[in-house]
């Protein structure tokens, strides 16, 4: 079955870096779009970053633009988010994201998520 697992995450000083892994398995990952979002307490899933399957193209939220760098390796069946210059209000759940169509069935796949704090 398909299992995402996110790790890297932590209690990190503001301005401070944190690299954010995600560890796919049961699908093809070179195949798939990957994403990173994030949920910050009260607050909706935010999309934060996404790359295509080669890593080509990526696509970031406004918020992240120039701080945060997503990647992957296709080899290591794993993805990255790198987060640099952190801000208190980066502060969240941060959880690695699948989805698309499979014989026209969608599908959509989360991990269990890795908590980010920035504080001082």
């Known amino acids: 079955q398909v299992q995402l697992v996110e790790s890297g995450g932590g209690l990190v000083q503001p301005g401070g870096s944190l690299r954010l892994s995600c560890a796919a398995s049961g699908f093809t990952f070179s195949s798939n779009f990957m994403s990173w979002y994030r949920q910050a307490p009260g607050k909706e899933p935010e999309l934060v970053a996404a790359i295509t399957t080669a890593g080509g193209d990526t696509n970031y939220a406004d918020s992240v633009k120039g701080r945060f760098t997503i990647s992957r390796d296709n080899a290591k069946n794993t993805l990255y988010l790198q987060m640099n210059s952190l801000k208190p209000e980066d502060t969240a759940v941060y959880y690695c994201?699948?989805?698309?169509?499979?014989?026209?069935?969608?599908?959509?796949?989360w991990g269990q998520g890795t908590q980010v704090t920035v504080s001082s």
């Open positions: 994201n699948v989805k698309g169509l499979r014989v026209g069935i969608p599908y959509n796949y």
